[in-house]
Structures are given as structure tokens and as C-alpha cells.
């Protein structure tokens, strides 16, 4: 049963990676963003801009999360 469910683990994973790199190649176009305290404005095409974007967002909320889990288990632990 173990197999089974590390396979559709596998399979789900695979299914995100190729919507991803679709999702990349059909927003190609170059896209700049403007940042308020310099001059510098980095160019990228779109699709990059929002899955790095969400991947920032992914790795602060695991980061969130874990910090609040060893927090609730020091303050409550396992009797």
C-alpha cells in the first residue's frame, strides 16, 4: 500500500513539473518590473516572474510553518 501511494506521489509531482515548464513556455512574453528605490528594472518573461514568484511564496510559508510547529511542540509536548 506504501508503493501505491509513493507512486501517485510521483505521478502528481511529474503531472506540476509539466504544467509548470507549459505554463513557462506560453507566457514568453519579456516583462519588466519596477522597483521604487532604484533605477534598475530587471526583464524576464512572465511565466518566470509568477512561478518564482510563487515559489518564494511556497519556501516563506514552509519556513512559517515549521518555525510555528517547533514553537506549538516545545509549548505542548507529547505526554
Known sequence: ????????LVAVTL????????FLLGNA??????LLLTDW???APLGQWLLGFLL???LLGL?????????WRRRYPRT
Open 63 to 71: 519556513i512559517a510553518g515549521a518555525i510555528l510547529a517547533t514553537g
Open 29 to 34: 512574453q519579456p516583462t519588466g518590473v519596477e
Open 56 to 58: 518564494a511564496g511556497l
Open 15 to 22: 503531472v506540476v513539473f509539466l504544467a509548470a515548464i507549459l
Open 1 to 8: 500500500m506504501r508503493w501505491l501511494l509513493n507512486l501517485l
Open 41 to 43: 528594472q530587471p526583464v
